[in-house]
């Protein structure tokens, strides 16, 4: 008999640690304690301090995949004006550009930090010029001043021609 009352002293010592009390407490106090631990431990309402619902988690992602999707797509916009500003991408290939920035921006500006720059003769006349010469390309201007031609002239040349 005195060795099952010491096992269950000793079983009740492990149990008050386990319990987070000294191992000399008295089994009223052990009981308590493992009162209170099962009935926290049954809570169904979770600390909000400690947890958040998994839909606002879920929809914070989804926010945030908008957000990064947005900058990107505005990065590669403006990456794309600029390659085609400084004659690194033809005009033609934009939207090639912007689908590759889109997906690999490193790749998309590797790309153009190897391209050769574009001459206006390259560009042909999608590239406008910048001096308010309207519709006329930078192969146009280029005759215009060979030729010793005015502004009006070009237009109106190149208004008989398409007639």
Do not use: C, H
């Not at 794309?80 to 690999?104: F, H, M, N, Q, Y």
Request: aromatic share 2%.
């Amino acid at each position: 008999m005195l060795a099952s009352i010491t096992s269950l002293m000793t079983g009740l010592s492990d149990i008050a640690v386990a319990a987070g009390l000294d191992k000399t407490a008295d089994v009223a106090a052990v009981a308590a304690s493992v009162a209170d631990l099962a009935k926290a431990a049954k809570s169904t309402e979770p600390d909000p301090a400690k947890y958040v619902p998994i839909e606002q988690v879920t929809a914070m992602q989804g926010d945030l995949k908008s957000l990064r999707d947005s900058i990107q797509s505005d990065k590669a916009e403006e990456l794309v004006s600029a390659a085609i500003e400084a004659g690194k991408l033809a005009p033609a290939l934009k939207d090639w550009g912007l689908e590759l920035a889109r997906t690999d921006l490193k790749q998309f500006e590797a790309f153009t930090a190897n391209a050769p720059s574009l001459t206006g003769a390259q560009l042909g006349s999608q590239k406008k010029a910048e001096d308010g010469a309207g519709d006329l390309s930078d192969a146009d201007l280029e005759v215009m001043s060979q030729l010793g031609l005015s502004r009006d002239d070009m237009i109106a040349a190149r208004t008989e021609d398409a007639a």
